[in-house]
Nanobody, 125 residues
Framework: QLQLVESGGGLVQPGGSLRLSCAAS????????IGWFRQAPGKEREAMSCISRTGGITTSADSVKGRFTISRDNAKNTVYLQMNSLTPEDTAVYYC??????????????????WGKGTLVTVSS
């Protein structure tokens, strides 16, 4: 059973940066597509960015392109989300999620079967 634990959330001022981490345990991470999602108060959960098994391919939502960067270190069983130029609209609970992928080119954020419990990011002055 794959388990995911997010960390790195907190309070940051507008324009600031945070790096979120998603640590996996239970199974090797290199067979899984990993994605970062967020859910703001009163809004539906949305996909931010997903990364292929090997990390060679990523996809990102238009709202975070150029600001957020997803990466992974399979040797450490960890995936990261570097978030820059944060705005109050980025305030949300951020979740990492995983799905088993047979293709090394898969970066589809749909169909995630494993979820972490989330980490809160608050952007405020």
């Amino acid at each position: 059973q794959l388990q995911l634990v997010e960390s790195g959330g907190g309070l940051v001022q507008p324009g600031g940066s945070l790096r979120l981490s998603c640590a996996a345990s239970g199974l090797p991470l290199d067979s899984y597509v990993i994605g970062w999602f967020r859910q703001a108060p009163g809004k539906e959960r949305e996909a931010m960015s997903c990364i292929s098994r090997t990390g060679g391919i990523t996809t990102s939502a238009d709202s975070v392109k150029g600001r957020f960067t997803i990466s992974r270190d399979n040797a450490k069983n960890t995936v990261y989300l570097q978030m820059n130029s944060l705005t109050p609209e980025d305030t949300a609970v951020y979740y990492c999620a995983a799905k088993w992928a047979s293709s090394r080119w898969d970066t589809n954020c749909n169909g995630m079967g494993y979820w972490g419990k989330g980490t809160l990011v608050t952007v405020s002055s």
